[in-house]
């Protein structure tokens, strides 16, 4: 009887502290006005702080953080923000989660989600709960489908293998085409369906999944037998940079040409960056261009972070700032409801609001919340981006 | 007569013949969990003091315990490791995606829908689960756990190149590794790697705690029957059941098809909580998150792995406040009660601070016995 009872006891305990815990993240300050400053619009943000898809998250984080306080800074008087990052392990029902804790937190805007099948749950339960979102890098289509509320200040996967496709139509017409895709993944099969409807031609497939993501030497020999000279990659790097190590053991030296996820391969460690010399990527952002705003950006992170910013950083900074500035032409104090502020913040961005950022220039949104900007195609040479 | 025989071959059910009242009072406590926890929740919920994110955490809370309730049926009570509970789990997510999206045109009644797709969900389950364990239950210990490994990450690839759609007369149709021809975007159902999107969500907090009541109803009630007997008379000794006659297969395999129908069902509830639910949620992890809430919680106690299922699910999120180091505060947390729990030095030292509060002092001795007597027990076992 004894031990049972004591197990029981123990249990018990552990509940009411479990719940002691969560009420202490909890409260139910659903989303209205703000506490402390008496001038904060709260943003919150979700992304894989930890995990797999680490990386971008972190990178989604600071950026944010740093576009942030340089508001703040540049304008102390006026309406100041402040940023509140939680974790999702790239899984939709921590998103979720996520949203949640944010939304018990009193956010009125939501910088996210960063990676797409979380992002398509989070979206249902933002436009049912009236939240205005903008995801720096959530692609996939269904991200934005049938939610008037949900923004992306990325392409969106269709858009940029429609582009990947004219780019190479228009520069390698005579190349053979080959590709290596994830069919596993959301991302990478999205691109690669609409390059495959917009290229028309003929093109040497191979595939992986993400559980076999660790060998292509089959695919890579399929495609050097069939003499495929341009070998399309809509992957993330970290696959990619097996891919070019295993061709180069293999002495294939095909073009290759990646979309978004390959930006980050430079900076990925042990990577051995002369094996990545003429890699072609569509890209938005690069931290080697000329362009002014580009080049302060990227010199104000460096400085803040010790490191080199990806092109997701660079989006959940414009994403910012695109809040900022449509915050600012709803007329809303930052004591309106998350609510208000949404249905105010559908209107600015489906008006003729424009706002130029390190992406892109004079970015603007159609209706369905996909961004219209110009891709940029960059090549690798001496280890930097050289914009073609 | 043979009853009789199950009886003193299991050293639980040499217990249960002794003690009448173990099954009742592990029933109460299981209920009764479930219930008080149910009434605590819903309470709160209402008069606002949960907020958003806990409230979003109840469904998820109810699977995850109807999870390890019937993964508890495999590992706890038929004594076989099992690491593929995700898989039927994915089983009833998706076959409860395509049923009810199915339905929705017909049917206006959600519930009804739901309750169509739980049994329809359990049902292909049962299947996947009866076709599994066929060929393999024959295998013992650590081989059939990999092999139950291996397919559940079978299912989860098939479900990878799965689609299903929905044409614009309303006609189900379905290919193999690429997507379909002539389907809106709005007629998806399944897109391979994607998962299922679109999904209503008619899951509430009610029906969860229902489901899981039926999931602890059908596990006390086989644990209590002759075949439940049957059951852990292999488990505690295969050669002494196999003597009296006891079909080993058919139990072993009875045991596995139940559980993974239970699971496919939880399965059905979970995907009907979330608008989105892609194959990569049921990998692995997914398993051994549940195979830990059942040892967590003791293999074989039911309500143990109940209430680890609750806490574990909470835990991470509870845990927001240490920002960063959340995932390390969470491992902590996991070997330390792990440890704690079955430390047979804290164990006493716990039972000893026990004694001296302890109010039922006067039943003690008998308690006492009762230890040794089943601890005599299981060493000549």
Known sequence: ?388 | MADRILKSISTRGLKNAVRGSEYKKEALISYGILIAGYLVLQMGAMMGLIGRNLQGQFIPICVYISLAISLNLVVGISGELSLGHAGFMAVGAFTGAIVTRVLENGMTFAPARLLIALIISGAMAALAGFIIGLPILGLRGDYLAIVTLAFGEIIRNIMNVLYFGLDENGHLKFAFNHEIEGIENSGRILTGPIGATGVSKIATFTYAALLTAFTLFVVLNIKNSKQGRAIMAIRDNRIAGESIGLNVKKYKLMAFVVSASLAGMAGCMFGQNFSTLAPVKFNFNTSVLILVFVVLGGIGNIWGGMIAAALLTILPEALRQFSDYRMLAYSIVLIVVMIATYNPTIKSRVNALWTKVNPFKAKDKEGDKDRKRKKSGKEAA
């Open chain 1, 1 to 388: 009887m004894k031990t049972k009872f004591t197990k029981f006891a123990a249990a018990a305990m552990a509940v009411v502290m479990a719940f002691a815990l969560a009420a202490c993240g909890g409260g139910s300050n659903g989303g209205g006005s703000s506490e402390g400053g008496d001038n904060v619009l709260k943003l919150g943000g979700v992304g894989p702080i930890t995990g797999p898809a680490a990386l971008y998250g972190q990178a989604v984080e600071k950026g944010a953080k740093l576009a942030v306080e340089e508001i703040n800074a540049a304008n102390p008087d006026g309406v100041q923000l402040s940023f509140d990052m939680q974790d999702d392990e790239h899984d939709a029902e921590k998103a979720i989660n996520a949203y949640n804790k944010l939304v018990d937190d009193g956010m009125q805007v939501l910088v996210g989600t960063v990676t797409s099948t979380p992002c398509t749950a989070v979206a249902t339960e933002a436009d049912a709960n009236r939240t205005f979102a903008l995801t720096p890098s959530a692609s996939a289509p269904d991200v934005t489908e049938g939610h008037d509320n949900v923004f992306q200040l990325c392409f969106s996967d269709p858009n940029q293998g429609v582009a990947s496709a004219q780019y190479v139509l228009g520069n390698f017409a005579d190349a053979k085409v080959g590709v290596i895709y994830n069919n596993s993944d959301n991302y990478s099969s999205g691109i690669f369906s609409k390059f495959k409807a917009e290229y028309k031609n003929a093109i040497e497939e191979t595939t992986f999944t993400s559980d076999s993501a660790t060998d292509f030497t089959a695919q890579l020999s399929t495609l050097k037998n069939a003499g495929v000279d341009l070998v399309f990659l809509p992957i993330y790097y970290t696959e990619a940079s097996i891919i070019l190590d295993q061709a180069k053991k293999m002495d294939y030296a095909p073009k290759f040409f990646g979309c978004d996820g390959m930006d980050g391969i430079l900076d990925l460690e042990g990577f051995d960056t002369s094996l990545a010399e003429g890699l072609m990527l569509l890209t938005p952002y690069t931290p080697y261009s000329e362009d002014a705003k580009s080049k302060a950006f990227t010199e104000a992170y460096q400085a803040a972070y010790n490191e080199t910013p990806i092109q997701f950083a660079a989006d959940a900074y414009d994403c910012v700032y695109a809040i900022y500035e449509a915050f600012g032409k709803t007329g809303l104090e930052t004591s309106a409801s998350m609510e208000e502020i949404c249905e105010a913040l559908i209107g600015v961005f489906t008006g003729d609001f424009t706002v130029s950022g390190v992406t892109a220039e004079s970015m603007k949104w159609n209706a369905n919340g996909e961004v219209e900007k110009t891709p940029k195609v960059c090549e690798i040479q001496d280890g930097k981006y050289v914009e073609k």
